[in-house]
Nanobody, 114 residues
Framework: QVQLAESGGGLVQTGGSLRLSCVVS?????MAWFRRRPGEERSWVAT???????NYVDSVRDRFTISRDNAKNTMYLQMNNLKPEDTGVYYC???????????WGQGTQVTVSS
């Protein structure tokens, strides 16, 4: 059974920074961050493969950095130059194959004030 737990969310002003963490218990494959902005469906933010290869949605590409420390079973999302439109609940996820994202954390709230 794979379990994930996010932390690091909070309230920050526009232009500020936050670092989210996701601790995984059990096996993890590729990992990703998703977010659910107010009034919207959950959407993908960034992915990191076991190899360390990364990919980002265009809106965060130059501001967010996804990373993982396999020795600590932890994934991170460094978020810089935050904007009000980054407000939402951030979720981490992992999948063991190439299909759907199978396992999810409970989410952590990020609020960016203008």
């Amino acid at each position: 059974q794979v379990q994930l737990a996010e932390s690091g969310g909070g309230l920050v002003q526009t232009g500020g920074s936050l670092r989210l963490s996701c601790v995984v218990s059990g096996n993890a494959g590729a990992m990703a961050w998703f977010r659910r902005r107010p009034g919207e469906e959950r959407s993908w933010v960034a992915t990191i493969a076991l190899s360390g290869a990364t990919n980002y949605v265009d809106s965060v590409r130059d501001r967010f950095t996804i990373s993982r420390d396999n020795a600590k079973n932890t994934m991170y999302l460094q978020m810089n130059n935050l904007k009000p439109e980054d407000t939402g609940v951030y979720y981490c996820s992992t999948r063991l194959g190439a299909g759907s994202w199978d396992y999810w954390g409970q989410g952590t709230q990020v609020t960016v004030s203008s």
